[in-house]
T-cell receptor
Framework: EDQVTQSPEALRLQEGESSSLNCSYTVSGLRGLFWYRQDPGKGPEFLFT???AGEEKEKERLKATLTKKESFLHITAPKPEDSATYLC???????????FGRGTSLIVHP | DVKVTQSSRYLVKRTGEKVFLECVQDMDHENMFWYRQDPGLGLRLIYFSYDVKMKEKGDIPEGYSVSREKKERFSLILESASTNQTSMYLC???????????FGPGTRLTVL
């Protein structure tokens, strides 16, 4: 059974304090790893898709990386507007049904 | 821009009522999903549809049914609402051509 574990569950940072969120996965035949951002009371918003170990993608202060067992979402010099829940999901084989982790709640204090 | 819209942002219903949640996507996506999201439990898949009139049960289909008569529309039906179905309901769509899942804004359902 595919498993996705995100850590930490919650993270509090000061503005400008860089850190990383972790998504570890146990799947057979990874077809894609996805990161989403979700603001309170809203639907998740797609951020990145990663396909193979060593791949990296960046968007503003966010950088996602992928290894064979985990992915990291690095947040450089975060701002309060980066506060949100970040979700990780994986897709395997020919299925279009992703398996989601439970998310990391990030709060950035000014 | 792909848009996924849901019929209501907030809904309050009484126990035993039949509830319809509607989702519409405007980009001709084949795959559509209904999830519920609860604190501490994350996103849980209720039903998935990969084509018109085709559906698959997700992890928690009990108490729910779905309908997909047109490609752009996917409805979630609570046959007899119960208080344990109070939750945030999220619809999503996905096409094989674009490896991204697009979510709607969500419907916060409260069953009294």
């Amino acid at each position: 059974e595919d498993q996705v574990t995100q850590s930490p569950e919650a993270l509090r940072l000061q503005e400008g304090e860089s850190s990383s969120l972790n998504c570890s996965y146990t799947v057979s035949g990874l077809r894609g790893l996805f990161w989403y951002r979700q603001d309170p009371g809203k639907g998740p918003e797609f951020l990145f898709t990663l396909y193979s170990a060593g791949e990296e993608k960046e968007k503003e202060r966010l950088k996602a990386t992928l290894t064979k067992k985990e992915s990291f979402l690095h947040i450089t010099a975060p701002k309060p507007e980066d506060s949100a829940t970040y979700l990780c999901a994986v897709r395997t084989g020919g299925s279009y049904i992703p398996t989601f982790g439970r998310g990391t709640s990030l709060i950035v204090h000014p | 821009d792909v848009k996924v819209t849901q019929s209501s942002r907030y809904l309050v219903k009484r126990t035993g009522e039949k509830v319809f949640l509607e989702c519409v996507q405007d980009m001709d996506h084949e795959n559509m999903f209904w999830y519920r999201q609860d604190p501490g439990l994350g996103l849980r898949l209720i039903y998935f549809s990969y084509d018109v009139k085709m559906k698959e049960k997700g992890d928690i289909p009990e108490g729910y049914s779905v309908s997909r008569e047109k490609k752009e529309r996917f409805s979630l039906i609570l046959e007899s609402a119960s208080t344990n179905q109070t939750s945030m309901y999220l619809c999503a769509s996905w096409t094989s051509g674009l490896d991204e899942q697009f979510f709607g804004p969500g419907t916060r359902l409260t069953v009294l």
